[in-house]
């Protein structure tokens, strides 16, 4: 199949309206998609004021504040107006991206029609309810996700890691990788400004650690704050910056009312922020892929982050980095007390990071998930030639076959 004969209906929980690394992996996708010559339409709840626009045609979902996280959008499903777009573009392949409402009546209406479709995991939700003590819900949240992944004809994951979990927990028999590349023309070592340092106060010797991403509890800001107040109480003399926002700031800005909150960034703001710093924190858990960890690896700094599916993938344990038990607050002390008093460790790993980096082409790693959508496609079609040949046979006794 040529790319031009592709038509994929791309659902997703949030296209463009809060800014994320998932959504602008999607986007990505979306741009190397059109530039192939693929049809793409895109359904996702929207708002009046995006934090980016879309890349392609994006049609609106119904849509209502989600409850207790008002910045994000609950979809209601797909309505006579959403199916009768559906109807006009005529999709040959469905993607989702997020295990919500709409994706699961998406794949409803695809399976009815017999379309393939494919789903892509972008972070691991199941993670999330610990940090709202809700952990005791995890097995049902894993058997709803088992049910649903297991309805696709095949997912993508971002790392090994995430593979070997899903392969484990009996998600899908077909498994393959979509990893994450990053924009180097944005995120690289020249970008660091000493005048943006000294702008903010920071003297040229001064070690500083940056966090970058949403300011939400499942980032792990607690652990994020601990580990700052520990290397501390040995003495480790520490800047911190913090770029982001999000509805847990005032939380963190009480935990560290000393650190530089730049807020939101993006563009060359953010890559100058970023390779500004020293050293990269990421305590986070709840990743399928570490974007921001490849944007800092990317800037040149040494990584210290959690052992996490997010990050067993990128950082190199002694190489680009240092990988930590989770929850081992001394642990991530340690890196940073190693890497305050060791300005050529800093930059080794640094190094290191940045060579790593340049193996991540988008254009190469957007191509998998095209030729995915092909195999899918012609896949199913052969199991539909077999189902009408084997039910114009069926009054002689041949076997009937099943859906795929």
């Known amino acids: ?54 890349t392609g045609d994006l049609v609106s979902i119904p849509s209502i504040p989600f409850p207790g996280r008002g910045e994000y959008q609950l979809g209601l499903g797909l309505n006579s107006a959403i199916r009768r777009d559906l109807a006009e573009f005529q999709p040959n392949v469905v993607h989702i991206a997020v295990p919500d409402i709409v994706a699961h009546r998406a794949l409803s209406w695809a399976r009815n029609r017999r379309l393939p479709v494919i789903a892509s995991v972008h972070t691991r939700f199941d993670t999330y309810l610990q940090y709202y003590n809700l952990k005791w819900l995890e097995p049902v949240a894993r058997a709803i996700m088992r049910r649903y992944y297991r309805r696709c004809d095949a997912i993508v994951v971002p790392a090994d890691s995430i593979a070997a979990i899903f392969r484990a927990q009996r998600m899908s028999n077909d498994i393959s990788m979509w990893r994450r590349g990053v924009d180097r023309e944005q995120f690289n070592p020249d970008r660091r400004s000493e005048e943006w340092r000294a702008a903010h106060g920071i003297a040229k010797d001064e070690v500083v650690v940056s966090f970058l991403g949403r300011l939400v509890l499942e980032k792990g800001l607690d652990v994020f704050s601990d580990a700052i107040d520990a290397a501390r109480e040995r003495g480790v003399a520490l800047r911190v ?51 921001v960890t490849l944007e800092a690896m990317a800037s040149g700094l040494p990584v210290i982050a959690a052992i996490a599916t997010g990050a067993t993938n990128l950082v190199h344990d002694g190489e680009t980095g240092v990988l930590v038990d989770p929850l081992d607050i ?38 998998v998930v095209m030729r995915l959508y092909q195999r899918v496609i012609d896949r199913r079609e052969r199991l539909e030639r077999i189902r009408e040949v084997r039910r114009l046979r069926w009054p002689f006794g041949m076997k009937k076959v099943t859906d795929a």
């Open 1 to 54: 199949m040529k790319p031009e004969e592709l038509r994929i209906a791309l659902f997703s929980g949030n296209y463009n309206y809060v800014r994320d690394g998932a959504n602008q992996a999607l986007n990505r996708l979306v741009g190397y998609l059109l530039r192939q010559g693929a049809h793409v339409r895109i359904y996702s709840p929207t708002t009046d004021h995006p934090a980016f626009p879309p």
């Open 241 to 291: 910056v913090v770029i982001g926002d999000g509805p847990a700031r005032d939380f963190f800005r009480e935990r560290l009312p000393d650190a530089i909150f730049t807020g939101q960034l993006t563009g060359a703001e953010l890559a100058t922020a970023l390779a500004s710093t020293d050293v990269f924190l990421n305590p986070s858990i709840t990743e399928a892929f570490g974007n």
């Open 330 to 367: 001394e642990a991530y002390a340690d890196a940073l007390q190693d890497y305050a008093a060791d300005k050529a460790l800093r930059r080794l790993h640094g190094h290191a990071g940045i060579a790593f980096a340049k193996t991540m082409d988008w254009d190469r790693i957007n191509s």
